[in-house]
């Protein structure tokens, strides 16, 4: 399996190697050169099996012979041992016909665990065999930073650096980076938003001979084996609720546009999937770009949803790039004036193809703290506010007779701040974590300058 850049001029590569690049040469996205598509046979022989089963069935076709067929089911198997459900990504019921698909069972109670463990197993086995060692710096909202430490701790692969906007993650989030002991992790509190960190990150990347001098590699949500490991809970999913004999429609809060992108490489697999709904919080760009075909970018507004509070939506690049029929040219172009002008306006023919897949709408602050509050009345579930903005927006757009499974991309215990505004409710960690707020914490206080930045991370990879 080849992999190719949304901008056209990086070199191809392996799935092993896209995996440990992250960011292509080019300033593009890998993405693989062709989808590999399952029948409704092989959709109908996974009805009945289990999470791990379904996760081997659904992405081996995009590994390649980067592993062997038993490296890649023991990989998948330890990366889901340490999650606190044994359905993994379990369903429930919210209403007739709207499902809440709980994504937040793993080590750090959100939806990045999925990917993240995943990858801390394929970087630890892929870099052993190589005998090399690489350091990942990643910027995170919150949540990817978090799940992105607590799945490389400790491996003898790899320095893990976090770079985070300071005073703007909630303090689950920051004491789940920073309470961590082992010497190879280490959190960088960025004076900025999350943006800068995403932009002081791409800088490092472009930076060609300090990217090879300190070999480094990338797990933010750009990571095309991130995307890849968020599919398995579509066709999961789906299957629990008749696919692929009944279609279903995904509602998923949207950020960087990583996780809803794999609702739409299962669509593209063959998952038989009606709405794809993109729900966005007041920074509601993606769902600006598309309803209007324009994508402007604006200030950055700090909301209940931290980990949606974007300007710059990453993978939205993926997209695009499927909507050019895969021209690397055009995209390069569209990013152009992104850089150039803080916006692109979109073709007519380019918007209606990305139309016929996604749809989109927003919840304000007061909508997702009615939504907290009135699920709780009325269904006795507790939602955390990302989770919430879907619901709100899976209501407004869902067609009553085809299921809508909403993704629950938290738990609502790492945004007890918001929840208790909402409900009055304040949810306790689970038991497994209970003693966060007592362990002491590490971290480094860093400005948005990008050679002080590397000037750090050279001196700390050196001890
Ligand atoms: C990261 C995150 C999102 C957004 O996901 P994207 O893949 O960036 O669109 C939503 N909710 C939570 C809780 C998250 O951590």
């Not at 190719?4 to 190697?17: H, K």
């Not at 040469?25 to 109908?44: C, E, F, H, N, W």
């Not at 709904?277 to 600006?288: E, G, K, L, P």
Request: net charge negative; aromatic share 8%.
């Amino acid at each position: 399996m080849n992999y190719i850049s949304t901008r056209g001029s990086a070199p191809i590569l392996s799935f092993e190697d896209t995996m440990l690049t992250g960011l292509a040469r080019d300033g593009g996205l890998y993405v693989p050169k062709s989808i590999p598509t399952m029948s409704q046979a092989d959709i109908r022989a996974m009805v009945g099996l289990n999470y791990e089963e379904i996760a081997f069935r659904v992405m081996r076709p995009f590994v390649g012979d980067s592993f062997s067929e038993e490296e890649f089911f023991e990989i998948i198997q330890r990366s889901y041992a340490g999650f606190n459900h044994l359905a993994r990504a379990p369903l429930t019921q919210l209403d007739s016909n709207h499902f809440l698909l709980e994504l937040f069972h793993g080590p750090t109670l959100a939806f990045k665990d999925f990917a993240m463990q995943l990858i801390g197993q394929m970087f630890q086995v892929a870099l052993r065999r190589r005998d090399e060692r690489v350091t990942i710096v990643g910027a995170t909202s919150g949540d990817t930073g978090s799940a992105a430490i607590e799945a490389f701790r400790g491996l003898d692969t790899v320095d893990i650096f976090i770079l985070y906007p300071h005073g703007r993650v909630s303090e689950v989030q920051r004491r789940q980076m920073t309470t961590p002991k082992e010497n190879n992790v280490h959190a960088l509190a960025l004076d900025g938003h999350f943006d800068d960190c995403q932009a002081r990150l791409k800088d490092m990347f472009n930076d060609f001979d300090f990217r090879d001098s300190v070999q480094l590699a990338g797990v933010n949500s750009i990571n095309w084996a991130r995307v890849l490991a968020q599919v398995v809970y579509y066709f999961s999913s789906a299957i629990s609720l008749g696919a692929p004999d009944r279609p279903v429609s995904f509602t998923v809060p949207t950020g960087n546009f990583g996780d809803v992108f794999a609702g739409y490489i299962a669509k593209c697999m063959g998952l038989p999937v009606d709405q794809l709904v993109v729900a966005t919080n007041q920074n509601d760009i993606v769902h600006r770009c598309l309803s209007t075909g324009k994508y402007k970018k604006d200030k950055v507004l700090s909301s209940l949803s931290p980990s949606m509070d974007i300007q710059i939506s990453s993978n939205f690049e993926r997209a695009l790039f499927d909507a050019c029929d895969r021209n690397g040219n055009a995209v390069s172009r569209i990013m152009e004036d992104l850089s150039q002008r803080n916006g692109f306006s979109l073709s007519k023919c380019v918007s209606e193809k990305l139309s016929q897949h996604f749809s989109s709408n927003s919840a304000s602050e007061e909508e997702t703290l009615a939504t907290i509050k009135k699920c709780f009345t009325q269904t006795g579930e507790l939602l955390c506010p990302h989770t919430a903005i879907g619901v709100n927006v899976a209501e407004k757009t869902r067609f009553p007779d085809t299921p809508m499974i909403t993704l629950a991309t938290a738990h609502p215990a790492k945004f007890p701040d918001a929840v208790e505004k909402a409900s009055d409710l304040r949810p306790p960690l689970p038991e497994r974590m209970d003693d966060l707020y007592q362990r002491s914490e590490r971290l480094t206080r860093v400005e948005n300058d990008l050679t002080k930045l590397e000037e750090i991370v050279k001196e700390r990879i050196k001890t």
